[in-house]
C-alpha cells in the first residue's frame, strides 16, 4: 500500500498533487525553498505554550507555533482550494446558512522523540496539515525492526479509511528524509496517526494546523 505514495519523492515546489480515496482525498506539494528556509527561522526562535492538553498525542513535548502564521497561511489555504476545488469537500459543511471564508487556525510543532507516537484521531475544523521537518531515521532500517511482520509499517505515518463494508483500512505513506519540506493536507475527519520509530535518537519534527471557517 505504501508504494501509492512514492511519488511524493520527486514532487517539485509548487505542483499540488492529489490522491484519490473512494470518495475524498488528500493533497501533497512541497513547500517552496524560501518558504521552507522562513519556517525553520520561526521554529528556531519559537516560544510557544505546551499544546499537550489540547492534542491526543503521546509525546512529551508539543508546542504552539504562532510565529509561522505569515509564512503558511497563504501556502495552507491555497492547497485547501485547490482540495475543495477537485473534491468538493465544502459541501459536507452545507449546514451554514452561506458560505464562508477559510481561516488558518492555531498552529503546533511536534517533536517527536524515540518510541512516542500518535494513535489514531481526527482534528477540528474543515482541514488538517502536516509538514514534515526532520526524519531522523532510515526508512529500510525503521521496516527492519519487525522484519516477519505482515505489514511492515514501523515509524509511518497513514491515514485510516473505510471500505463499503464498513471494514477499517489502514494507508501508510512511507516518510523518509525526502519527505522533509513536504506538506500534506487532509479533511480534518479523516483519521490518521502516526507510528514509534525505534533505529534513531533524535526527534521527528513536523508542524502541524487546522482550517476552520470564520463567522461573519
Not at 513535548?61 to 504562532?66: A, G, N, R, V, Y
Not at 501556502?75 to 452561506?98: D, P
Not at 482534528?123 to 511482520?149: C, M, R, T
Amino acid at each position: 500500500m505504501s508504494g501509492l505514495f512514492n511519488f511524493v519523492k520527486e514532487m517539485t515546489a509548487g505542483s499540488p498533487q492529489l490522491f484519490a480515496f473512494p470518495n475524498n482525498g488528500v493533497v501533497f506539494d512541497r513547500l517552496p525553498a524560501d518558504k521552507y528556509k522562513e519556517l525553520l527561522s520561526a521554529i528556531s526562535s519559537s516560544t510557544g505554550d505546551k499544546m499537550n492538553s489540547r492534542l491526543v498525542g503521546h509525546l512529551t513535548h508539543e508546542f504552539e507555533l504562532p510565529e509561522a502564521r505569515p509564512v503558511l497561511e497563504d501556502v495552507v489555504l491555497s492547497l485547501a482550494h485547490v482540495h475543495a476545488g477537485y473534491f468538493n469537500h465544502l459541501k459536507n459543511y452545507s449546514i451554514l446558512t452561506e458560505d464562508a471564508d477559510m481561516v488558518l487556525g492555531p498552529l503546533w510543532i511536534n517533536h517527536q522523540q524515540r518510541h512516542e507516537f500518535n494513535p489514531p484521531h481526527g482534528h477540528e475544523g474543515v482541514y488538517s496539515f502536516v509538514i514534515w521537518i526532520q526524519i531522523p531515521y532510515d526508512l529500510e532500517k525503521e521496516k527492519n525492526v519487525f522484519p516477519d511482520a505482515k505489514h511492515r509499517m514501523t515509524s509511518m505515518f497513514g491515514f485510516v479509511t473505510t471500505d463499503i463494508l464498513g471494514r477499517s483500512h489502514v494507508n501508510p505513506i512511507p516518510v523518509d528524509k525526502s519527505y522533509e519540506g513536504v506538506i500534506c493536507l487532509f479533511p480534518s475527519s479523516l483519521l490518521h496517526y502516526v507510528n514509534p520509530f525505534f533505529t534513531a535518537r533524535n526527534d521527528r519534527i513536523s508542524v502541524s494546523g487546522n482550517i476552520l471557517l470564520k463567522a461573519r
